[in-house]
């Protein structure tokens, strides 16, 4: 702003030009205000506009003694507006202090959005890094379904899990799949604990008062409901699978016997995976399974799945697994998109059983198609209450329909378009968006080029169809 010049203006003139300058030019007003929310059909307002994070780097401190969390996220963005404030996803705790770019930041919140108002504003296509220091005590959510999610205690420890919009109880972030970043976790615990969480282990530091810090890195992009950090008392077991991925399993003691194995077959499912999907998307796979009775659900967090107790069966284990290529790698563009993860790794589990000497993926269609539940148990279900690619609200998008109906759409396009080209089609699915995102108007599109047959009967009635496609 030229201040020399204003000298010689009359004042009132001078207080116009001012609040013209101060509303459109100057040095540090560049910007506006980032959106709120991404306006998820599902999740309005969960992430956040005008930005989008490269990588976040979060030190947590837990002592499961007292359920206190102490955390500092350090969050590199970029600007995709001129922003003179940004919000960051963030339910409960206390924030201590933010700074962006190294300079104390105004900040407020109102509900899960935590308001920044750095001291200078961003410019558009800027790298900034904002760091939040931020305790307490996280609580978890209840989801529209009545699923819990978030920071979830056990009887020595802690989970936090995402999916769809938990992990804003346990770190500040943009919060929606659309926005993908590399992490690394950093989990201080009291010593005799074990802290894992997604990746690799890349340092383990016993600190001079006797804690231990568990360094995590992520290499890959990953979707903030797919991050983890678990605290507890567990049995950890490494290995390689026979293509040279690093295994990383950490299982609570009461559940060792139970799982081992189910968790012994993870090697051959990761490489039958690479064989029908493409290559693993990860450098590192493993499994979490924490004391019975945590959760309602597994969770495909990326690289490592959490089950809640021994997983119990194979199939749930290939799911999780599965979901590795669709869902994390590829991950869905909005909470609609639903079904191009369950839809996945369901059909992947069909797939699973058919190339194992298990029924065919056409025998267990028909099953559901006649409700037969001898060949599987969600034959009678509400599988067909509504169309995948449209769930009814967002008590819906895990609902049995996202996940069978899903997976029956899939299937359907292979009896339109043979073996041979379904099976390039799902590779070339993985391949296209590896560590990106998509939407189902992508998958509609994609298929159709790339199998030259047009779906759109399947589309109409399986995907978006209102009525049973019985
Ligand atoms: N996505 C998980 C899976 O398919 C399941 C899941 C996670 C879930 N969170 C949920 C199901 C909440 C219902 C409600 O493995
Ligand atoms: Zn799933």
């Not at 300058?21 to 998820?40: E, F, I, K, M």
């Not at 282990?201 to 991050?227: I, K």
Request: with cysteine; net charge negative.
């Amino acid at each position: 702003m030229e201040h020399r010049a204003l000298s010689r203006l009359a004042a009132p003139a001078v207080a116009a030009l001012l609040a013209l300058t101060t509303a459109c030019t100057g040095g540090t007003v560049h910007g506006r205000p980032g959106a709120s929310g991404l306006r998820d059909p599902y999740f309005p307002k969960a992430g956040n506009g005008g930005y989008q994070v490269e990588h976040y780097e979060l030190d947590l401190d837990y002592d499961p003694g007292d359920g206190l969390l102490h955390g500092t996220a350090v969050i590199t963005s970029r600007a995709e507006q001129g922003l003179s404030s940004f919000n960051l996803d963030l339910s409960g705790l206390k924030v201590e202090g933010v700074t962006v770019q190294g300079a104390g930041a105004r900040y407020n919140r109102t509900g899960n959005e935590l308001t920044v108002r750095p001291a200078e504003d961003l410019e558009k296509g800027e790298v900034f890094v904002t760091e939040v220091d931020y305790s307490g005590r996280p609580k978890a959510l209840t989801d529209a379904d009545g699923a819990k999610e978030g920071w979830i205690t056990t009887e020595d420890g802690a989970v936090g899990v995402g999916e769809p919009v938990g992990s804003m109880t346990w770190f500040p972030g943009n919060h929606h799949p659309s926005d993908k970043a590399t992490y690394d976790i950093t989990i201080t615990v009291p010593k005799g604990y074990e802290a894992v969480s997604n990746g690799e282990l890349r340092a383990r530091t016993t600190q001079a008062d006797g804690r231990t810090a568990f360094a995590w890195h992520s290499p890959e992009p990953m979707a903030s409901y797919l991050a983890t950090a678990v605290v507890g008392k567990y049995r950890v077991a490494t290995g390689r699978t026979p293509s040279g991925v690093a295994l990383y399993d950490a299982v609570a003691p009461g559940e060792a016997a139970a799982s081992a194995g189910d968790l012994a077959r993870v090697p051959e499912m990761v490489e039958w995976g690479a064989g029908r999907f493409g290559p693993y998307p990860f450098s590192t796979a493993g499994a979490i399974v924490l004391p019975a009775g945590t959760l309602a659900y597994a969770l495909e967090t990326q690289t490592r799945p959490v089950f809640s107790g021994a997983p119990g069966s194979e199939d749930l284990v290939l799911h999780e697994l599965a979901h590795q290529w669709f869902g994390n790698s590829v991950s869905p563009k909005s909470w609609k998109d639903m079904w191009l993860n369950e839809g996945f790794a369901t059909y992947a589990e069909w797939l699973w059983a058919e190339d194992h000497g298990g029924v065919s993926a056409q025998k267990r269609f028909e099953a559901f198609l006649a409700g037969d539940t001898e060949v599987d148990e969600g034959a009678d279900s509400d599988w067909d209450a509504f169309p995948p690619a449209a769930p009814p609200g967002p008590e819906h998008i895990s609902g049995n329909p996202v996940y069978f109906r899903g997976a029956m759409v899939l299937h359907r396009i292979r009896q339109e378009v043979g073996d041979e080209k379904f099976f390039a089609l799902v590779r070339g699915w993985a391949a296209e968006h590896r560590h990106g995102n998509a939407s189902t108007a992508d998958f509609t599109a994609y298929a159709e080029r790339q199998t030259g047959h047009d779906l759109k009967k399947v589309w109409d009635v399986w995907l978006y169809g209102k009525d049973s496609p019985r």
